[in-house]
């Protein structure tokens, strides 16, 4: 029986993914954690514990006194936001994942723990990312990323960690608000077309980026940790490929739903990190290992978004 640790569990992702945890295993066998202690009301039907990720000390104590046997390692600060703090992102970002691997080390437990296309750079071919490009990561957010990836395969060639990780597009979702990253926009712009039928974007109309609907990145994650062993033959971490659009093309997409919706454009300092990442990711090694396949384009996830957004 597994039992699982989710750090981070009140973000955009972590809501949604426990939530997910929580139909396949049991709310019993789910425990979610943040450093936010008023989340506790976002997890009414599980157990709830507050906890400081970068606080290794407590991580190994709540395995050992729960019986954790996997943890998915969610708490991070994001590309955008790390930029207004970059040692203490390095320290948050990285300090965290050695604690998750140490305790992986010491107590046998299967890890989930994502990366992002922030680990790619200028110098990275834009068009069909593959898997191993050159990158020179232009954040401190992807920095910590790509060293964590490091990490990751370190910690399974070494010590035989079974950790697993994709490299998430912008995910976009309606559960909980996105938490500081370049491609926000794309779940701010229905928001506002909702409510006021106009937005004005931080990137500019022609930012072609990768994206991914939640459905799709919490499926990744599950199918993921859910493959065999023995097909996990990438321990840094797995490009994935949802839909890549810019923000012109979500816009005519809008106005199909919202006819009279207007957006205008003001780029600030996401646009130069927007830049430096891919336009659309190769996926082929993950489709390969264990069988990747997103499910949702742009007319799916502007519907769907529509419809649920409050
Ligand atoms: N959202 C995206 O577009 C995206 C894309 C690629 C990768 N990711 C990765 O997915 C993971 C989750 O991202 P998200 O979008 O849910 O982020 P988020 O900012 O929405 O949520 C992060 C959560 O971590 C918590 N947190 C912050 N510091 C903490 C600490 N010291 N200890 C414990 N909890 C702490 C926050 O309170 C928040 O609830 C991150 O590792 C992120 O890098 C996200």
Not at 34 to 45: C, G, P, R, T, Y
Not at 278 to 287: E, G, H, M, Y
């Amino acid at each position: 029986m597994e039992k699982i640790l989710i750090t981070g569990a009140a973000g955009q992702l972590g809501v949604e993914l426990t939530n997910a945890l929580i139909s396949k295993y049991g709310a019993n066998n789910i425990l979610a954690s943040d450093i936010n202690a008023k989340s506790a009301e976002k997890f009414q039907s599980i157990k709830f514990i507050p906890l400081d990720a970068t606080d290794t000390k407590r991580i190994a104590e709540i395995v050992a006194s729960e019986h954790i046997t996997q943890i998915y390692h969610l708490a991070a600060i994001l590309s955008a936001k790390g930029e207004d703090n970059p040692l203490f992102t390095w320290e948050l970002n990285m300090k965290s994942l050695l604690g998750v691997l140490e305790a992986a080390k010491n107590y046998n437990l299967k890890v989930f723990w994502p990366s992002s296309i922030a680990v790619f750079g200028k110098d990275t071919p834009r068009e069909n990312t593959p898997q191993n490009p050159p990158a020179i990561p232009s954040t401190v957010y992807g920095i910590s990323k790509q060293a964590g990836e490091q990490w990751c395969n370190y910690y399974a060639e070494k010590f035989n960690v079974d950790i697993r990780s994709v490299r998430y597009p912008g995910l976009i979702s309606y559960s909980a608000p996105p938490g500081g990253g370049t491609t926000d926009y794309a779940v701010e712009i229905f928001y506002e077309a909702k409510e006021k039928n106009e937005y004005n974007c931080f990137l500019k109309a022609d930012t072609r980026l990768p994206m991914m609907y939640m459905p799709d990145a919490v499926r990744a994650a599950i199918e993921l940790m859910s493959a065999p062993a023995s097909r996990i033959k990438t321990r840094t971490s797995y490009n994935v490929a949802g839909v890549s659009f810019t923000p012109d093309e979500l816009t005519k997409e809008l106005k199909g739903h919202l006819p009279e919706f207007k957006i205008s454009y003001t780029p600030d300092f996401r646009q130069k990190i927007a830049d430096s990442w891919p336009t659309s990711i190769n996926d082929q090694v993950a489709k390969t290992e264990w069988e990747w396949t997103p499910k949702y384009n742009l007319a799916r996830i502007t519907e769907d978004m529509l419809k649920n957004i409050k």
